[in-house]
């Protein structure tokens, strides 16, 4: 069966929209494995405007499946990378400016940086994938790489509009064949959601979908009737208290 990897970034985007400990993203990670996750995903950004390096060494020790450490192929993050140890790194493009990761690695533009990346990381036994648009060039230039796997961008099919939608999954059903007669695995994510995932799994060879913002997003609207009656509980009770205190 596809695995499912689960992404917590956006609950650390929560906690850090008002620097407080809660909600952490490492018990939404145990939660989550509770739940069948088959992994854990968290991108460790440049400017750490969600995850924590903490959080990594923290979902690292809190969970038995494999952490999925997302992020850029620079120097001082493989360093980091090295001293975590995580199961699996997945390396990506990474501007600041970007609200999220906007397109693929140019794995064909940097063979030789990346190739010494993932030398570095598969010396460790660290298990990398390269997260690449659904491209000829980019794909062949990942398998000279050494990486066992890369990760398939699914951000343009997921942001398509209806008449451009079956091209867009044709690109990657395409990329998934190429990949594999290469000799790549392959995972595959970004923008993937309860409506748009089932046609995705008709991309061959699949191992792994990494999903994080739909899941999310669902996970606060199913947990606000159970957050906001708790809530009235504890108003509900101390109106008791009150009226007792009142009456003396
Ligand atoms: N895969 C990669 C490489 C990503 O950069 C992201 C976003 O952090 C995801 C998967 C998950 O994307 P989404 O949050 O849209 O599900």
């Known amino acids: 069966m596809i695995k ?4 917590v970034d956006h609950v650390a985007t929560v906690r850090q929209a008002r620097r407080t400990a809660f909600p952490s993203p ?24 969600h995850i924590q390096d903490f959080d990594i060494f923290e979902i690292g020790r809190a969970i038995q499946i494999p952490l999925n450490l997302e992020m850029a192929a620079t120097d001082q993050m493989i360093d980091f990378a090295l001293h975590v140890r995580p199961e699996k790194v997945c390396l990506v493009p990474e501007k600041r400016e970007e609200l999220t990761t906007e397109g693929g690695l140019d794995v064909r533009g ?21 997260f690449v648009d659904p491209e000829t060039g980019q794909i062949e230039a990942a398998s000279k790489t050494g990486a066992p796997f890369i990760e398939l961008h699914t951000g343009k099919y997921a942001e398509s509009e209806a008449d451009d939608r079956k091209n867009r999954l044709q690109k990657l059903i395409r990329a998934g064949e190429e990949a594999h007669r290469l000799g790549l695995r392959i995972n595959a994510g970004h923008g993937l959601n309860y409506d748009n995932t089932q046609a995705v799994l008709g991309v061959p060879h699949l191992v792994e979908l990494n999903i994080g913002h739909a899941i999310v997003s669902e996970a606060v609207l199913t947990g606000m009737v159970a957050a906001v009656r708790r809530m009235k509980e504890i108003i509900a009770s101390s109106a008791f208290v009150r009226q007792v205190a009142d009456s003396k």
């Open 4 to 7: 499912l990897g689960v992404n």
């Open 110 to 130: 940097n063979l030789k940086e990346i190739t010494k990346s993932v030398e570095r990381l598969a010396k460790v036994g660290i298990e990398v994938s390269l």
């Open 26 to 49: 490492t018990e939404a990670a145990r939660l989550a494995e509770q739940a069948g996750a088959d992994g854990i995903t968290a991108h460790l950004r440049e400017d750490r405007r």
